[in-house]
């Protein structure tokens, strides 16, 4: 199994509105992505949990918060998000993060946030 | 961080080969060439990636040149299903290993 799952697959959020996003995969990986593309646009990394510690934190905003509560699951908590913060948010996972330059990383099909 | 140009977009037809360039004149001797392809409304799925010699798998080949400043994705015979942005990415080995940063990759049409 290759799959990582994002919940939900759409999202429309007000300015005020707390929400989360979710991530799982079951392949054993122990490394996890957030990553944000805006339409048209290429992905862009926003944070990587390795062995469920935060390793890297790409100056994003504090109204998103990443969660790494085991090493299968990944949350990103929102929190009075600008409507330029609409995007398609993406998971990935790999292997453990620490050979990264032959790791192959899996994508989810993402999340489709909308901020009104 | 060294970086990959590639043309916006390419045309090809189905069952017919297609080469996907990339250069990457500030590759490092530690860098690896990989490439990603993002599906409409998918995320992106790993191709093939590799250092100096070429390499072949199940999806394409990867062709690199001998000085390494440039290389190009093979897709032996091209299927609609092939339609995608394909991406060009170098890793180091280095410090930033965990970063994969993507360029504004090519958009592959596919016509039947």
């Known amino acids: 199994d290759t799959e990582v799952t994002q919940t939900p697959k759409h999202l429309v959020m007000g300015m005020t509105n707390k929400k989360s996003l979710k991530c799982e995969q079951h392949?054993?990986?122990?490394?996890m992505y957030w990553y944000k593309q805006k339409a048209k646009k290429p992905p862009e990394l926003m944070f990587v949990?390795?062995?469920?510690?935060?390793?890297i934190n790409e100056s994003v905003p504090s109204r998103f918060s990443p969660e790494c509560p085991n090493s299968s699951l990944l949350n990103l908590h929102l929190h009075a998000l600008q409507p330029e913060d609409s995007a398609l948010y993406l998971c990935?996972?790999?292997?453990?993060?620490?050979?990264?330059?032959?790791?192959?990383?899996?994508f989810g099909p993402g999340t489709r946030l909308l901020v009104l | 961080d060294a970086k990959t140009t590639q043309p916006n977009s390419m045309e090809s037809n189905e069952e017919e080969p297609v080469h996907l360039p990339c250069n990457h004149s500030?590759?490092?001797?530690?860098?690896?060439i990989h490439w990603y392809r993002q599906l409409p409304s998918q995320g992106p799925e790993y191709v093939i990636h590799?250092?100096?010699s070429n390499v072949n798998n199940r999806m394409a080949s990867l062709a690199i040149a001998e000085d390494r400043k440039s290389s190009t994705l093979i897709l032996h015979r091209a299927t609609l299903r092939d339609a995608a942005v394909y991406y060009c990415?170098?890793?180091?080995?280095?410090?930033?290993?965990?970063?994969?940063?993507f360029g504004q990759g090519t958009r592959l049409t596919i016509n039947p």
């Open positions: 990935a996972s790999s292997q453990d993060g620490l050979q990264t330059f032959q790791e192959t990383q899996y």
């Open positions: 990415i170098l890793r180091d080995v280095g410090q930033g290993a965990q970063k994969l940063v």
């Open positions: 392949m054993g990986h122990r490394a």
């Open positions: 500030t590759i490092s001797g530690t860098d690896y």
């Open positions: 590799g250092l100096t």
């Open positions: 949990y390795s062995y469920e510690k935060l390793s």
